[in-house]
């Protein structure tokens, strides 16, 4: 038996777990959504710009979320302005003429400059969109804090699928022509010439790539939330990968030195000719075998009409 005074604390008591569950229910719920929703894009056009331009404001974008689970962030955060400039403006003025679009990564602002054509290391405006939207999730990701530039454009490149075959070919010359640039003066090639700059953005590319392949999806977020808490970028890649900055570099170039040493062959007159006379003897043998089949089917028809005709009848 419990008595009146006992039950209604008892009751009192239920009610205020009660409530507190459906708090936290509804925190958890909003929580899950927050992390749903990924970060809205704000597309703020120029005047002056051309109607081409205009092709940039189709949604939606799904490639947002995307970026946001691969660098690993749980939150939308705020609204990332894009801003579309002409030719004739400042910010168009403060670049490179090559450079199709920017941003500081913590300004939550992108710059597109959309009457330039797109090249090399970006592709068509939406993944230049993407390629500079990467960036600034990047930052937030990381938590503010510096990321060495090869992760922060390798990252980008793979955020935005921007990784090509022309950035092998780039990276394949670049290792042909060139010595070897070691991780810690990687990002020394982006301060160069464009000629540089793009050997940086092939290397970069590569490198963050077979960093995936080699340790699995996950590394990117578990560096940069790693690097948030407060580790150094080396102290996080150990920790992602259980390699030092150093091993990784050295076993990127050893599997690189592969595809170095089989160009020269890939590429010499002796390959180049073997391959001709392979085309020419396969282009033979199924010439041959064609002739055949056609023979064979008229062959086929004639005696399908020799079968077809009434037997000769001679007339007394």
């Known amino acids: 038996m419990i008595m009146p005074g006992v039950g209604r604390a008892v009751r009192r ?6 409530s507190k569950c459906w708090v936290l229910a509804g925190l958890l719920a909003s929580s899950l959504l927050a992390a749903a929703e990924p970060t809205r894009l704000v597309i703020e056009p120029q005047p002056g710009l051309p109607p081409s331009a205009n092709r940039l404001f189709a949604g939606p974008r799904p490639w947002v979320a995307s970026v946001m689970e ?11 302005r894009v801003v579309l400039a002409p030719e004739s403006s400042p910010l168009a003025r403060a670049v490179p003429a090559w450079v199709s679009g920017y ?3 913590v300004s939550n602002v ?3 400059l959309a009457e330039r054509t797109p090249s090399y290391p970006d592709g068509g405006l939406e993944e230049v969109l993407a390629h500079e939207v990467a960036h600034v999730l990047i930052h937030r990701a990381s938590g503010g804090r510096r990321v060495p530039r090869w992760f922060d454009e390798g990252l980008a ?3 935005a699928r921007s990784w090509r075959l022309r950035d092998q070919t780039e990276l394949a010359l670049g290792l042909l022509s060139g010595p070897r640039v070691p991780l810690w003066k990687l990002d020394d090639l982006f301060q160069g010439d464009r000629r540089q700059v793009e050997h940086g953005y092939a290397l970069s590319g590569t490198l963050v790539q ?4 080699r340790y699995g999806p996950a590394v990117p977020r578990i560096v940069l939330a790693r690097v948030a808490r407060g580790d150094t970028f080396d102290e996080a890649m150990r920790g992602a990968t259980g390699a030092t900055l150093l091993d990784i570099g050295e076993a990127f170039y050893a599997r690189q030195a592969t595809l170095k040493r089989w160009i020269p062959i890939l590429t010499s007159s002796a390959v180049l000719w073997f391959g001709i006379s392979l085309l020419a003897i396969v282009a033979a043998i199924r010439k041959r075998r064609r002739r055949v089949e056609l023979e064979e089917e008229a062959a086929e028809l004639e005696a399908g009409s020799e079968a077809d005709q009434p037997p000769d009848e001679t007339v007394n």
């Open 110 to 112: 992108v710059v597109l």
């Open 70 to 80: 691969l660098v690993g962030l749980d939150v939308p955060g705020p609204d990332i």
């Open 103 to 105: 941003t500081d990564g």
């Open 157 to 159: 490149m793979l955020a």
């Open 13 to 18: 008591s239920t009610l205020v777990v009660i």
């Open 210 to 213: 077979d960093l995936l392949e």
